[in-house]
């Protein structure tokens, strides 16, 4: 009777082992950052420059907080430590070591985004280094969740951004012909009466709709347990994110039009983004609030059958 509980407790990592390992923790990310100084400042640099990136300064942010609140108890031990965390860390500094010539030479999108992938790929190597790969499978959304720092090529970037501005013009021009407004399109040239507009690639609105969709992954892995249902919540946010613009472009120049002519170069146009991206999380919630009664629902029922059975 007394053999197994002595074996139990020995599994329960002191606070002294602890600290060791989050020191351990702590030093490999101190020094990833100074391996991957300049990657780091030219990812923060495009954030801060770029509407398409702006989303990035969120993630790690995000993801820490996420771990931080689904940490467990879990017995780390120096049983636990695989190769998996060594191998991560290779991989890490090879792709550092091939990029970093050519980032010396000449940053390009490209090389910086392999860079930061390999960033990315040292900070999980350094958990499960010093943690075991258990914390990586039991978190394995928060650490998948940080490949977003990942810069994206700015030829995606540009398609994306095209894409949303031809859809863009396409529902602002339905819903002028749901108002009964004359309206002819052509390519991003919107005309109505008294109004020729044109669906710049500022007009696309993709840092609110790259936001959007960062935060209807962080909702789906919170509140929702089935994986069809958090692919369904994610896949609504893509065309909300054009509805939400174009719904943008109509009421400015409806009011432009009709109310005001300083609204189409006011600060609705220019800085009323957060109100669109607002209702396009309202209308993300209350999705997310249907799929969750039906998770409930379903789960109670099967709670109910067990007990029948």
Partial sequence: MIRPAVIESAKIPSGSFLAGKYFELSALIAGSVAIWWRPLVSTLKLALGSDAYTYI????????????????????????RGWAGWVLLSV??????????????????IILSLSVFGLVLWWIGSAVLSFGP?????????FCFLFLIVPVPTGVVSWITQTLQY????????????DRVPVTR?????SIPGLDLEVASECSSIRSSTMLIVITLVLAHLFLQSRWRQILLLAASLPLAVVKNAIRIFTIAELGTRVDPAYLDGKLHHN??????????VMIVLLLWVLRQSELRNSRLGRSRDLVS
């Fill in 186 to 190: 052509d390519g991003l040239i919107i």
């Fill in 167 to 178: 859809q863009s013009a396409v529902g602002a021009t339905l819903l002028f012909r749901i």
């Fill in 92 to 109: 890490a500094l090879l792709l550092r070591a091939l990029t970093a010539a050519s980032l010396n030479a000449a940053s390009t999108d």
């Fill in 57 to 80: 300064l969120l993630i790690a942010p995000l993801s820490v907080a996420l771990m931080y609140f689904e940490w467990s108890g879990d017995p780390y031990g120096p049983s636990r």
């Fill in 272 to 281: 009323g983004g957060i109100l669109f991206l607002a209702l396009a999380v």
């Fill in 134 to 142: 258990g914390i990586f499978r039991s978190r394995l959304f928060p």
